[in-house]
Nanobody
């Protein structure tokens, strides 16, 4: 599997970013996908996950009502729309195929700071 994340950057508190992850090497349509993040000095943690057809979605409590995970099965891409960003959202964000962990992409850096 290949996972290529993009869309990170520096944003002020309250701002928004949209992360993308293009996936290859698997039958994307049937695979559950997930976004994880790792803040400096902390363990990697699950942020959100979505099943193959998008009918099941899970969010970590701290991002509920602010983040939205979605996928485009025609483009083999999973997204993470992040709104109302907080400094504590600062981290490297990774997408993953939970079934194939610990396969990771290179991640994309998100910094929330004024």
């Amino acid at each position: 599997v290949q996972l290529v994340e993009s869309g990170g950057g520096l944003v002020q508190p309250g701002g928004s970013l949209r992360l993308s992850c293009v996936v290859s090497g698997i039958d994307f349509n049937i695979e559950e996908m997930a976004w994880y993040r790792q803040a400096p000095g902390k363990q990697r943690e699950l942020v959100a996950r979505i099943n193959g057809d998008g009918t099941y979605i899970y969010y970590q409590d701290s991002v509920k009502d602010r983040f939205t995970i979605s996928r485009d099965n025609n483009q083999n891409t999973v997204y993470l729309q992040m709104n109302s960003l907080k400094p504590e959202d600062t981290a490297v964000y990774y997408c993953s195929v939970p079934r194939l962990l610990p396969a990771w992409g290179q991640g994309t850096h998100v910094t929330v700071s004024s």
